[in-house]
Every structure is written in C-alpha cells, then in structure tokens.
C-alpha cells in the first residue's frame, strides 16, 4: 500500500533555516500536503503542492517537490522557537486516500 | 467560525465500557474524516464520510468501532467494548467540497482505556 515516510527528529538554531524531508510511494499522488501539529492540539494544514507542480513559496515556508524521485521538502526560513512543533507529510489522490507520515518532531534551540 | 469543535477532549474509562467521542463540523463543511493518533502508528485514517453518508471505512479497525452522522453538524465514534490497545488521540476533520483536500482538524479527544 501507500507509504509516507520522513525522518522523525530535526533539531536547529534560532534564525536558521530548517529543512524536513518526505518520501513517498503513491505515483498517483495529486496533492501532497504539510501539516504543523503543536502540543495537544489538532494537526493544522499549513501548505499543500499540487503534483504538477515543483515548487511553492509562502512567505517562510518553500515547498520543493521532485516528483521524479516521490521526494517533497518543507523548508522554513529564520527559524523561531514558535516553530518548534511535529511536522506531518501527507499525500492524497484527488482528496482522497489521504496517508500521513510519522512526522518530523522540529525543536529549535535559543 | 469555531472550527471543528470535539468532546470531550478526555475520557478515561475501563476495560469493556462503552466510549463515545462526537465531533461537530465546521458549518458547510460536507465531508468529515475521524481519525486515530498513537506513537506506535501514527495518525490513521478510520473512517470519512461525504454529506453524511460513510463512504470509506476501510480503517475501522474491527467491529467494536462503529461511526454515524446522523445530521450534517454532528458525528459520533462509538468504542464497544472498549480496550487498552483503543487508548489513542481521535482526532475528527471536515473539509468542504471541491476542496475537499484542505482539512481542518479538531483539538481531539485524548482516550484511555485502563
């Protein structure tokens, strides 16, 4: 069945860029989503790329989709610690069949 | 707008009790997704419905879980008997229409079977 995966820890600097990595198995995919998860609280949709796409830019956040190689990156510019949160990939089929990741657990260190 | 509004937001019960966990949509929204949370498996899809009728529920994990939406504001996800391996965060999502791909999660409900 479908797969998302990303690495499950990322750890940065305050004012550095953070960069969280996806892969995923699906090549029916046709959106492909980032999600922000903050503590006890529900997942928030912060970004979504359309598979026909290879980039996104909003404000901080730059998506970077390689299709090619099932591959998608959220990249957060001048980290803050208000950043710090888990970070879910996910992917669907025309809003259906949705999989998520495991998540990316982002702490940003002062 | 409220967003999606969940209750309760804890529930400890025990083994073999009957769990229900209701979720209100957000107004127009007509899709309705219920999800499970654990560390071990991450965040499941169990079940979604369109315009109140169920139309996945492929991740029901077995007959002790049962989901009705009986009216377009209103959701209910049903554990009996309920077990220890259901202790989970149930998370319930609404979206609307042609953008149905854009969920809104609630704050969820916190479970735990002793």
């Known amino acids: 069945g479908e797969d998302v995966e990303q690495s499950l820890f990322l750890s940065v600097r305050e004012g550095d860029s953070s960069v969280i990595n996806c892969t995923y198995t699906d090549s029916s995919s046709t959106y492909l989503y980032w999600y922000k998860q903050e503590p006890g609280a529900g997942l928030q949709l912060l970004t979504y790329i359309f598979s026909n796409m290879d980039m996104k830019q909003d404000q901080r956040l730059t998506v970077l989709l390689n299709k090619k190689d099932k591959h998608l990156s959220l990249r957060i510019a001048d980290t803050q610690t208000g950043d710090s949160a888990i970070y879910f990939c996910a992917e669907s089929s025309y809003g259906q069949n949705f999989v998520f990741g495991p998540g990316t657990r982002l702490s940003v260190l002062p | 707008d409220a967003g999606v509004i969940q209750s309760p937001r804890h529930e400890v019960t025990e083994m073999g009790q009957e769990v229900t966990l209701r979720c209100k949509p957000i107004s127009g929204h007509d899709y309705l997704f219920w999800y499970r949370q654990t560390m071990m498996r991450g965040l499941e899809l169990l079940i979604y419905?369109?315009?109140?009728?169920?139309?996945?529920d492929s991740g029901m994990p077995e007959d002790r879980f049962s989901a009705k939406m009986p009216n377009a504001s209103f959701s209910t996800l049903k554990i009996q008997p309920s077990e220890p391996r259901d202790s989970a965060v149930y998370f319930c999502?609404?979206?609307?229409?042609?953008?149905?791909?854009?969920?809104?999660f609630g704050p969820g409900t916190r479970l735990t079977v002793l």
């Open positions: 999502a609404s979206s609307f229409g042609g953008r149905a791909h854009e969920q809104f």
């Open positions: 419905f369109n315009n109140n009728v169920p139309i996945d």
